[in-house]
Structure formats: C-alpha cells, structure tokens
C-alpha cells in the first residue's frame, strides 16, 4: 500500500463511449470496451487495472472514477466484485471527454492541491509511473507522461498516399497520467469552455491557457486499449 498524498487528487476517465472499438469488433457500442478483461486467464474488467494500481496514493475520497452517464451502478457492481468497494468515488461524466474530466475535478475536495487525470483505458500504468510525474509536477508546475516518436512519420492525402516524411525530431506522444495544480487546471477548463476549445487531453487544455506543460519522459509499458486486437 502506497503512503497517501492528501495534497494529491486523482480523476480516472472511464466515461467515453468507445466508439472505434465498438466500430471494431462490430457491436455497435462502446459501453462494454471498459468491462473487458484484458486477457482469457483474467476475469477483472480493464478499469479495475487503474483503480489496483492508483489506490493508497491519496485519500479515498480524492480517488475520482468518472463514468458514462446512466451506467454508475455497473461500475460501482464492478468495483464491489472486486473487492474495491470505498476505494473510489464514483462521478457521472458529460457528453465529451472534456465535461466529463471536469466533472471529475469539480469533485476533488479542497486539499487536492493537484490534479492527475488518467485514462482508464491505459491499465498498465503503475504508481511508480504516477507519482515519478507527480515529482515532475511539482517541479515544473504541471507535468504529462510522454515518450520521444522514434518511428519514421508520413503525412499522407485522404486515399492513403504518401504527401512527404515529417521531421521527428521535438515531437512526443503524449500519454497519461497528466498531473497540474487543480485550480489552474479548473480555471484552464472554465477558459477553454467560455473559448468553445475542443481539446483531446488535459494538456491541451493548459496549453490553451499558456501554462507551462513539462514532459515527463516514459520508456514502460503504458499502452491505450483502443480496438479490441489491442486485448
């Protein structure tokens, strides 16, 4: 058990729809894509991976599992069955990634002085990787796990044909967990939202508000669950 960090708050996002998997494996709906077991010998569904690996880093109640709307009570069966029950607190998302983190933050008590947001569909990230960029965060103001693209890039047209190679070099993919100051963070979402930004992750929001987003360079295991091959 990890010693907890009360200035520490943590938003699991397991609200999404999973369209492209549902598009993948052909069921025509993503709300199963989190209660899928990441392997024949295991039976726990992908969102307890992070919920095992996160718990004890901070109070319980600054544990935020954010969930699609209307499907509360099957996570909260979930989490009973896997003898997680308390472990966190369960939070109903809006209708985009951004409203549903937000929502998660919005529950985080006062004492959270940060904030980490983690995808639930990344199951193999592990405390060690969390609170390395939690330290990174504190450090730099605000930090994002991420790690250097070392494949050869191509930018191509809509029939799949080469345009040209991009130049790698500076770029990353970026990951999660995303750590920043929760009241910046708030604010960065309350700016973003009055701007109509769409933004794919937390760091995009802190970006809009010129905050200082540091990397925090992952070399581990840290892969997204996105269609059902990825199992």
Known sequence: MNAPRPELGIVIAAGGSGTRFAAADG???????LFAA??????EPLFIHSIRAFRGICPNDSLILVVRQGFAAEFADALAVAGLTGEARIVEGGDTRMRSVFNGLKALPESAEFAAVHDAARPFATAKLLLG????????????????????LKRADT????????????LWAVETPQIFPRTELLDAYDKAFAANIAATDDAGVMEASKAPVFLFEHKGDNRKITFPEDL
């Open 27 to 33: 069921s025509g709906t993503g709300a199963g894509k």
């Open 38 to 43: 990441l392997s024949a010998g295991s039976s």
């Open 133 to 152: 960029c939690f330290d990174a965060a504190r450090k730099h103001g605000g930090a994002v796990v991420a790690r250097r693209v070392v494949d050869t």
């Open 159 to 170: 029939d799949g044909f080469v345009l040209d190679t991009v130049d790698r070099e500076g």
